[in-house]
């Protein structure tokens, strides 16, 4: 038993920190905020250069052939500097589903591509609001096409794929699907206006684009959407958790430094209680987060509860941190200026974007029935 | 990172699981009307198979198990919660770890005085607070002077618990009121037997009698029951009270989410069981998140032990966090059962659980260190913050308001 990350996985998030705080400072996460790109493509020019995007996928696809702990080390820190870009649904999604399900063709043409940054991909669930459910799956596909519609899609204007989840019109089978985003005729992607615009989105028509499903070999399709959304899971979790770290440290370092009644603020103890609250929740949604990390490096059957468990107490953990952030720093954490608005727009979309605490609460107390 | 065992911790465990299952006593054998009384066989057992306190050098009644050792044990033995020893954690937990640190150069004091922790026939008393010192421990009053090669100690000590069965009591005086209040402190260990000690129980909220307050008169301490020098009793008591917030899953008076699983699959809300409730579901989750957060904590608190590193600070939010979380749990199960929720069944340990932890649960926010305390020590000493402002930290005690 071990239950902490090796000097050289230590090592790696000390360089990430570092190229991070370099390359993605809070200034140009607040201009992504504004700005028409659907992503900073200089910043992930050198994410890709770093090797990240290529981490999990094997070295016969291109990729460096890590483990889920060299990135989890890796969301953690992407998450802490809140970076614009599609590192999530590229990474933790389209690749993951690459990985999980695709064909070795697919696998062969798309994953070198993802793992040296000339494809990014992308992951298209939602038909609109509410929570997922395979009932609510309306996309359809037959005879190699795709037609329907999904109503927010996170970086698709960003990538050149994405897998679709749609309903085979024969077998009535929901199930993953490969669309490539350059039929012009066929798709149209309509940008949408969002909470957190650092990260693109937008929803997308199919209307008859070519499609390939993803054999999945003999796993159930249901069960392999479950389950690439648990390993995801887990990843945004990370991203949850680096982020609420950088809310807590933020909010005491501005405790020490604001002076009022002729102390700092920091020394009130309603203050310091809700920090120590901070840390007690992002503590415990860390520890969380390594029991998952290791049950997605080893695929453990305890994937499902750890990868829940992770998932809703890092979100919990986010938005608590967030938002206390702003009370803690006052006035000056309600401008555009002060970085406390970036994380919190981030924790509501790293809240949503792969089911909410809500439906992640349902998923653990189903996966503890299962285990018991 | 491996949460699998090593070959050689998996037949470690396997030894453990073996040994368990040939010993452990089954809940119907218990017998007595507390459970030090209760449990004083299973520890007898456990200390002559020696599997009591591993952890501890052989001479002293050990194992010399190494830390992750430890927790495989622990978590073998979680498999039998009613043989859960903590009401001898005072013992075993908070006293022989600072006695081996303090006394370190008296093994013989400590050959006599730990085998018996370990073994179950000698248990020991907390003597640390008094009715004018409880979080702000250092404004006790119970005075030790000394009297040749003793001390003489004289005053009231309070919520002392279990001290009716205690052989021992580890007792914080003050031997010096001339000098600022944290440093005129002294620890002692003592003889319960003691002449000059009287013991009245208190009668608690939730209708038990198990902490007390403790009378000295006149009551003489050799000198070589002294633990650490004169003057350093502070220091000696933190290091306990250190102990204390580390003895890791503590008391939870048996309310974890399996409990409230299982009860909510049991009760019914509009004809259903309740847990097909999405809003029973989600208290669920959530208190699932706190009870596996807490145990993946202390899991790499040990690691980090076991590497001959820090444990860190991440378990001083265990005392923060798990008392407040237990006792939503417990209110929680009692809404489930709707208007059955208030009925106390003494007849029986299970059938009214819940009901008799709900009532005992507001001790686990206040013994060993307050919520309150807690979250001052993590914000203080974990982030950084300003310290407490503290009026009385220069000034001899005995010239504080309230300090004679
Ligand atoms: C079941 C039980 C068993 C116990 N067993 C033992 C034992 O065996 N041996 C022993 O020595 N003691 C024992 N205690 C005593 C326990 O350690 C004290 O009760 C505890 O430390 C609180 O002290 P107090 O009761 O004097 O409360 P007080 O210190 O008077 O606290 C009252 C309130 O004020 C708050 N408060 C005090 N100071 C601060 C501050 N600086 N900042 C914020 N809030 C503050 C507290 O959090 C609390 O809410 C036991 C207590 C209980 C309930």
């Given at each position: 038993m071990n239950f902490d990350f090796s000097e050289e996985q230590v090592l790696l998030q000390e360089q990430a920190r570092k190229f991070l705080a370099d390359a993605c400072p809070a200034d140009l996460v607040r201009s992504a905020l504004h700005d028409d790109a659907p992503y900073n493509e200089e910043l992930w020019k050198g994410i890709v250069e770093m090797g990240w995007t290529a981490a999990t996928i094997p070295e016969e696809y291109g990729g460096l052939g890590l483990s889920y702990l060299e990135l989890v080390v890796i969301a953690e820190e992407l998450g802490r500097a809140v970076a614009p870009v599609p590192f999530s649904s590229s990474v933790y999604l389209a690749t993951e589903a690459l990985l999980l399900a695709g064909s070795e063709e697919q696998k062969n043409l798309w994953l070198p591509k993802l793992a040296d940054g000339s494809a990014i991909g992308t992951f298209a669930l939602a038909e609109g609001r509410g929570r997922y459910s395979p009932?609510?799956?309306?996309t359809g596909f037959s005879n190699g096409k795709i037609s329907g519609e999904k109503s927010v899609v996170s970086d698709a204007l960003a990538a050149s794929f994405c897998i679709t989840v749609a309903r085979d019109s024969n077998s009535n089978e929901v199930g993953l699907y490969l669309v490539t985003l350059n039929q012009d005729q066929a798709i149209s992607q309509q940008a949408l206006n969002t909470l957190d615009m650092s990260r693109s989105h937008s929803s997308i028509h199919f209307d008859g684009a070519d499609a390939q499903p993803l054999p999945a070999g003999s796993t159930d399709s249901a069960c392999l959407i479950d389950q690439l959304l648990d390993r995801a899971a887990v990843l945004f979790a990370w991203e949850q958790i680096g982020s609420a770290d950088a809310t807590l440290e933020m909010a005491r370092d501005y405790s020490l430094e604001r002076y009022a009644f002729g102390r700092q603020i920091g020394s009130y103890q309603a203050l310091k209680h809700k920090m120590a609250h901070m840390y007690a929740k992002n503590t415990l949604a860390r520890s969380n987060c390594y029991y998952a990390a290791w049950a997605l490096n080893t695929n453990a059957p305890e994937l499902p509860v750890a990868a829940a468990t992770a998932r809703v107490s890092a979100t919990q953990a986010l938005f608590f941190s967030s938002k206390e952030n702003i009370q803690i720093h006052g006035g000056v954490g309600f401008t555009w200026e002060y970085d406390c608005h970036l994380h919190y727009r981030r924790a509501r979309l790293l809240a949503v974007n792969i089911g909410s605490e809500f439906t992640w609460q349902d998923k653990l107390v189903s996966a503890t029935q299962q285990a018991a | 990172m491996d949460f699998n065992d090593t070959p050689e911790e998996a037949a470690f465990r396997q030894k453990a699981r073996n040994w368990l299952a040939e010993n452990a006593i089954p809940e119907s054998e218990l017998e007595g009307d507390n459970l030090i009384h209760r449990h004083r066989p299973w520890l007898k057992r456990l200390y002559e198979g020696g599997w009591s306190c591993i952890s501890w050098p052989k001479r002293y009644?050990?194992?010399?198990?190494?830390p992750i050792q430890e927790v495989i044990w622990n978590q073998e033995q979680s498999h039998y919660p009613h043989l859960k020893t903590h009401r001898f954690s005072v013992g075993q937990k908070m006293v022989a770890p600072t006695l081996m640190e303090f006394l370190e150069d008296r093994p013989e004091t400590l050959e006599r005085l730990l085998p018996p922790i370990a073994s179950g026939d000698e248990t020991w008393v907390q003597l640390f607070s008094e009715p004018a010192g409880?979080?702000?421990?250092?404004?006790?009053?119970?005075r030790a002077e000394r009297d040749g090669d003793a001390w003489l100690v004289n005053g009231q000590k309070i919520w002392s618990s279990h001290a009716v069965e205690a052989k021992w009591g580890f007792i914080v005086t003050r031997t010096d009121p001339t000098v600022p209040k944290h440093k005129g402190l002294t620890c002692l260990y003592l003889d319960m037997e003691n002449p000059g000690i009287e013991i009245r129980p208190i009668k608690q909220a939730n209708g038990e009698s198990e902490f007390n307050e403790v009378f000295f008169a006149d009551v003489r301490i050799p000198?070589?029951?002294?633990?650490?020098?004169?003057?350093q009793g502070w220091e000696v008591a933190v290091t306990m009270l250190s102990h204390e917030r580390l003895a890791m899953g503590g008391e939870n008076f048996g309310v974890d989410y399996e409990a409230l699983r299982k009860l909510a699959g049991e009760v019914c809300i509009d004809g259903r069981p309740a847990i097909e409730n999405a809003q029973v579901r989600a208290k669920l989750a959530d208190f699932y998140c706190v009870e596996a957060g807490l145990r993946a904590t202390t899991n790499r608190a040990i690691s980090a032990l076991s590497k001959?590193?820090?444990?860190?600070?991440?378990?001083?939010i265990n005392n923060m966090v798990i008392g407040a979380s237990t006792q939503e749990i417990a209110a929680f199960a009692l809404d489930l059962m709707e208007q059955a929720g208030i009925v106390l069944d003494e007849s029986t340990q299970e059938s009214s659980f819940f009901q008799q932890a709900f009532l005992s649960i507001p001790s686990m926010r206040i013994a060993g260190g307050t919520d309150e305390i807690q979250a001052n020590i993590v914000a203080e000493s974990v982030l950084g913050l300003p310290r407490e402002p503290r009026v009385d930290k220069n000034v001899p005690f005995n010239e504080l308001p309230g300090g004679k």
């Open positions: 009932d609510g799956i309306y | 009644g050990g194992q010399g198990a190494s409880g979080s702000d421990l250092a404004a006790l009053r119970t000198d070589n029951q002294r633990v650490g020098q004169v003057g001959g590193k820090n444990p860190g600070s991440e378990t001083s």
